[in-house]
């Protein structure tokens, strides 16, 4: 039974040293892009180089393995699905989720090139009331679905909830076309975007959720099998 009990520790340090060993970024995983395999499909996101913060860490998550079984636990159509939450790896039906995380939060990193267009991927984070700074979630993060706006729609924006601040151009015609949610961009970190896997993206957005206390979280779980670094295809 001794002799049991020191391979099994032998074993589990071994297990710990290879799970610190792989959460270490190198410079090739930053050439990566990152396989997300979901029960409804594969979303392929590639991560950008000018929010270094939130690429590393996503990479360093997904290498450990913490995004494997958790949930779309926030899904709302013409808006985004979430996930990132470890609560709901476990969670029983009509729990409701939204508040876990690693214990740590994320500088935010707002660039102007990067916008809430259909299939951004972003940080999830708490209220400008407790978070002024608006720092992300460790770990939670949503893929921007949105609906395609119009002139009137986009100034209207503008007026209303944007207090006046006007959308560039060129994001402007991107929101005419290919849609998004305009109003989150420099007030949540977006760090990267789907490049294959849309359709996965439209397909989650539209199953049916809870109006219950989980609220938004889908009535059959939706649920990320595993994430892992991949090649990237030449563009």
Not at 87 to 99: D, I
């Amino acid at each position: 039974m001794k002799r049991l009990m020191i391979g099994l520790l032998n074993c589990l340090i071994v297990i710990s040293l290879s799970a610190q060993k792989d959460s270490t970024i190198k410079k090739k995983d930053r050439k990566r892009d990152v396989l997300i395999q979901t029960t409804m499909g594969d979303i392929v996101v590639r991560l950008s180089d000018s929010t270094p913060l939130h690429r590393d860490n996503f990479l360093k998550l997904a290498k450990v393995g913490y995004y494997d079984s958790v949930l779309f636990h926030r899904v709302i159509k013409e808006f985004m699905i979430q996930s990132g939450d470890p609560n709901s790896k476990r969670a029983v039906a009509g729990q409701p989720l939204g508040n876990g995380g690693p214990g740590y939060t994320i500088p935010a990193e707002f660039r102007t090139t990067l916008f809430h267009k259909k299939g951004a991927i972003a940080a999830a984070r708490t209220g400008d009331n407790v978070n002024p700074q608006k720092a992300s979630s460790g770990s939670q993060f949503y893929l921007v679905q949105g609906r395609v706006y119009t002139d009137a729609g986009l100034d209207s924006l503008e007026t209303g909830r944007l207090n006046g601040k006007k959308i560039p151009v060129a994001n402007r015609e991107i929101y005419k076309t290919i849609g998004g949610v305009p109003h989150l961009d420099q007030g949540y970190t977006v760090y990267g975007e789907v490049v294959q896997g849309l359709d996965i993206v439209d397909k989650i957005a539209a199953v049916q959720t809870s109006r219950g206390q989980d609220r938004d979280r889908p009535l059959e779980d939706v649920r990320i099998i595993k994430v892992t670094l991949i090649k990237r295809k030449k563009s």
